[in-house]
């Protein structure tokens, strides 16, 4: 596990614009396919995606798929598909097949439909996956204390009753995550900080759901200062 720490979170979003263009470089060169990642909702993540540049044949390269999605209509504002859309995948012209939404509300009968036809669409295993923290320690929709951390069948479940609004979710699970290549978790803000010091610290996935997400080669935490302020010096 590593920990980078960058001085603020334009210089956050910046660095890992920069790593994410040159990891999806590498893979496509070392594997000569596309390569699977995994995007995530939130500020930071989308000012991330705000920065990427060319080329554009690079990114036209890639297999888009998310780790967590509100559970609501597809043109609604909340969708972390529609805020990816708008930050870099429309800007990039990015090809309808090469993207993998989660369903919107109302494309199935109901959630548990909704996340298994999601999980029959994912690859074995995923290049990079991309994940913020929930100022409670959350990670993709995986919550504390919720049935769902204990998952170990499902690739993708439903969630209800989320703590932060929307309360209607779909989130890959565990097995899902920890089977990826990679895992970056990008975390900016003081509000984070806690949270940031309990999973670093390996605290219960009951407490802190982002101690429980480790890459199979990788696993880097890009943080601001404000983020990692209460990490032991």
């Keep these: 596990m590593t920990v980078q720490i960058l001085e603020d979170r334009d210089a956050l979003a910046r660095a890992v614009a920069h790593r994410l263009t040159e990891r999806v470089d590498e893979v496509q060169r070392s594997t000569g396919r596309r390569p699977r990642l995994v995007l995530t909702g939130g500020t930071i993540a989308n000012e991330v995606l705000r920065q990427l540049i060319g080329p554009v044949s690079l990114w036209r390269e890639v297999d888009y798929y998310w780790g967590d999605e509100r559970y609501v209509a597809a043109d609604d504002d909340d969708r972390n598909e529609k805020q990816a859309r708008e930050a870099f995948l429309t800007r990039f012209e990015i090809p309808e097949e090469r993207i993998h939404a989660m369903p919107a509300a109302g494309e199935y009968a109901?959630?548990?439909?909704?996340?298994?036809?999601?999980?029959?669409?994912?690859?074995?295993?995923?290049?990079?996956?991309?994940?913020?923290?929930?100022?409670?320690?959350?990670?993709?929709?995986?919550?504390?204390?919720?049935?769902?951390?204990?998952?170990?069948?499902?690739?993708?479940?439903?969630?209800?009753?989320?703590?932060?609004?929307?309360?209607?979710?779909?989130?890959?699970?565990?097995?899902?995550?920890?089977?990826?290549?990679?895992?970056?978790?990008?975390?900016?803000?003081?509000?984070?900080?806690?949270?940031?010091?309990?999973?670093?610290?390996?605290?219960?996935?009951?407490?802190?759901?982002?101690?429980?997400?480790?890459?199979?080669?990788?696993?880097?935490?890009?943080?601001?200062?404000?983020?990692?302020?209460?990490?032991?010096?």
């Design 110 to 233: 109901s959630k548990d439909e909704a996340a298994d036809a999601y999980a029959a669409r994912l690859p074995d295993s995923f290049d990079l996956v991309l994940l913020g923290v929930g100022p409670d320690a959350h990670v993709a929709s995986l919550f504390p204390g919720f049935p769902q951390l204990g998952e170990q069948q499902r690739r993708v479940v439903g969630v209800d009753g989320s703590p932060k609004p929307p309360p209607e979710r779909l989130s890959l699970t565990y097995p899902v995550l920890n089977s990826a290549t990679a895992v970056w978790f990008v975390v900016a803000g003081e509000d984070k900080a806690a949270a940031v010091a309990a999973a670093l610290a390996g605290s219960p996935v009951e407490d802190a759901p982002a101690a429980g997400v480790r890459g199979v080669d990788e696993t880097l935490w890009l943080l601001d200062t404000d983020s990692a302020s209460r990490l032991p010096r």
